[in-house]
């Protein structure tokens, strides 16, 4: 009897075993045949999506597979996410990629990047992998340090998922279940989640337009959606968000044909209708430039370049997410008047040091047939009388980190870094700590530290009627480089047809 239990055990096992074993393989099989399928189907949704630029079809191929492989991962480890920003745009207006999209984005709460931060360690491919930013529970992203040697060289999402043989990515931003300018919960509150908008503040929607999540097909890959996608997108962008996206082709440059961000449309009343004229960039900057006075023979033309190509830079970046601010001439000049000085011969702008590499990447892309973007080679090198020339290459300057340059005309727009550390004392330990000061050249080349919180948050503003962005005090920052006075005395004025030095 006991020897016939022992069988009928054994057997029992074995058949079971049989089973498990069977239903694994049926598991890992039917996977590998869905993971082959949307493969191939993905081959045939790139027919469908338009390219412009030499670069635009390998690109939208990386990015779909990179998106199929984050779908898997997800799936598998029970990841809770969803479709956002740019992303959500492209489903909504053609069901899929954007052509023109460099990444893509995704929402995740915030919360649950522990869980995240745990499956970073795995060894789940060879090309793919899960890189978390070790200060994600920090809120606010402007204190947040990068971690080049970790290879974290961003601190706006919580983490990415990289393609690590494409170089391309999908951005995992946070959303909170609270407002974290909030010091307190009203009760009986309607339940709200809070994100970043484009311009990095926060922005609050109804918890209902996200949740409950729903299964979505972008380019036929399986994804998570919002429960209300265009309440979302209206809520972040506008009603613009709900037409067809204007970026088109133009001479092999992705382009927006209408609806720029630069446009000014002139509204006028009637008792009947409402009429609406739309300025072309040509006619806006012929109605700025009437503010801006002349001395010299040259003048008119140099300051229709400039303001030309600070509104082709605003353009350039919101597109490609660069995070900047208007600095010394040229935030002298919106104290004063509001605008360009109109002796000036360059407009300037900063960036922060570690995001140069972003210029790095955009300067290697056919973005315009009108403008280039030069980078210093030796920009990581901080002190400029360490760094050289490199004229053969189009590198005729030290002090910028980059320049954004108009290629017939050469007028430029002066992109020089912001440092937050000081460079005089920095080592590898520093530079990963973000000090509550940022470090800059000051007009003789010296470094001057000053509070962070004189820059951050940004803020936009309207330089000759050119949306742009602005430090957080412009007016501590001039004061802090030039003096007081020049918060009201330009230092130069126009006597017998010329600029001369106003003492």
């Not at 931060?117 to 899960?130: G, H, I, K, P, Q």
């Not at 050119?466 to 006075?485: D, F, H, N, W």
């Amino acid at each position: 009897m006991r020897y016939y239990q022992i069988f009928i055990a054994i057997t029992i096992g074995f058949i079971f075993g049989i089973v498990l074993t069977f239903n694994n393989y049926q598991t890992f099989s039917y996977s590998r045949i869905m993971l082959a399928y949307t493969r191939n189907s993905i081959e045939k949704v790139l027919v469908q999506i338009p390219t412009c630029t030499p670069d635009d079809g390998a690109r939208q191929s990386a990015l779909l597979h990179t998106l199929l492989q984050w779908s898997q991962f997800a799936q598998e480890h029970n990841i809770r996410y969803w479709i956002a920003y740019k992303t959500l745009l492209g489903y909504v207006q053609r069901d899929g990629l954007l052509p023109n999209a460099l990444d893509f984005d995704i929402l995740a709460m915030a919360q649950d990047t522990s869980r995240l931060a745990e499956l970073r360690t795995l060894n789940f491919s060879s090309d793919y992998e899960l890189k978390v930013h070790p200060q994600w529970f920090i809120v606010e992203k402007t204190r947040r340090s990068y971690f080049d040697e970790e290879g974290i060289d961003f601190v706006g999402p919580n983490a990415r998922f990289v393609n690590r043989k494409d170089h391309v990515h999908i951005n995992i931003w946070p959303m909170y279940d609270y407002h974290p300018n909030q010091t307190r919960i009203e009760k009986n509150s309607k339940p709200m989640l809070t994100e970043c908008d484009r311009n990095y503040k926060w922005k609050s929607s109804p918890k209902e337009w996200t949740f409950p999540l729903q299964k979505c097909l972008l380019s036929r890959i399986n994804v998570w959606c919002p429960a209300e996608p265009e309440k979302i997108g209206v809520h972040l962008y506008g009603q613009s968000f709900l037409i067809k996206s204007p970026i088109e082709c133009i001479n092999g440059t992705w382009k927006q044909s209408h609806e720029d961000i630069s446009t000014i449309e002139m509204t006028t009343m009637t008792h009947t209708q409402t009429t609406t004229t739309r300025l072309s960039d040509e006619e806006f900057i012929e109605k700025v430039l009437k503010s801006v006075p002349t001395c010299e023979s040259d003048d008119r033309d140099r300051q229709r370049y400039l303001l030309h190509g600070l509104q082709a830079w605003s353009q350039l970046a919101e597109k490609y997410n660069i995070q900047y601010w208007i600095s010394y001439g040229t935030l002298v000049g919106f104290t004063q008047r509001g605008g360009l000085l109109p002796h000036d011969l360059d407009t300037d702008i900063m960036i922060l040091f570690n995001d140069t590499r972003k210029l790095v990447e955009v300067s290697k892309l056919n973005f315009s047939s009108t403008y280039e973007i030069k980078v210093q080679p030796q920009w990581e090198i901080a002190e400029e009388t360490k760094r050289s020339y490199f004229r053969k290459d189009g590198i005729n300057f030290v002090a910028p980190n980059a320049r954004f340059i108009h290629l017939k005309t050469r007028y430029h727009v002066d992109i020089f870094p912001a440092y937050d550390f000081n460079p005089i004392h920095a080592n590898k330990s520093t530079e990963m700590k973000q000090s509550e000061n940022l470090t800059i050249y000051d007009i003789n080349y010296n470094w001057l530290s000053y509070p962070r919180s004189w820059t951050y948050p940004l803020k936009t503003c309207y330089f000759s009627e050119i949306k742009l962005l602005c430090p957080a005090e412009p007016k501590q920052l001039v004061a802090t480089i030039y003096g007081v006075s020049s918060l009201t005395k330009s230092d130069r004025k126009c006597a017998n047809g010329s600029w001369v030095r106003n003492p």
